[in-house]
């Protein structure tokens, strides 16, 4: 009896988040894609970073950037110029490290298995498990404060 109740807590939580999110969720570009550069690019960039201020930068990159070989060809000088601004500098030099290895080792396709994703400059558990997710469906815990929070709340 114990296992039921369990099983339909849960149950009435997911349907509960899922429903607040349906209601809430912003438009935003990235999670009309499953392109995994372009998921990687959003999620850099919005680290530590609120959405409002992350999205003009989201889109300057998109627009210089296209793909991720236009961004690999990049120099390092125009990518921390794009950056200027969001700090921890460290970010855009390992999205160029990230781009240029994408496009030797992987052909300029960026990858969307965890697996992968976890070798690249700059991706770590986290970033990973967001992307292969988003991308391919893959079936990762992409768990953050919000995420902490929502549970502590409930």
């Not at 793909?67 to 110029?81: G, R, Y």
């Amino acid at each position: 009896m114990r296992l039921l109740a369990r099983i339909f807590a849960l149950m009435t939580f997911q349907h509960e988040i899922l429903n607040w999110y349906l209601i809430n969720k912003r438009s935003l570009p990235w999670r009309d894609t499953t392109d995994a550069y372009i998921i990687w690019l959003s999620e850099i960039i919005l680290q530590q970073t609120r959405v409002e201020q992350g999205m003009p930068y989201f889109i300057r990159f998109l627009e210089a950037y296209p793909s991720v070989s236009d961004f690999a060809n990049a120099t390092e000088e125009q990518v921390l110029k794009l950056w200027q601004g969001l700090g921890y500098y460290s970010r855009g030099r390992n999205m160029l490290a990230t781009a240029r290895q994408v496009f030797s080792d992987y052909n300029g396709v960026f990858p969307t298995s965890y697996e992968h994703l976890i070798h690249l400059k700059g991706i770590g558990d986290y970033t990973a498990a967001a992307i292969s997710s988003f991308s391919a469906n893959e079936s990762r815990a992409v768990v953050d404060g919000n995420v902490f929070r929502v549970l502590s709340r409930y």
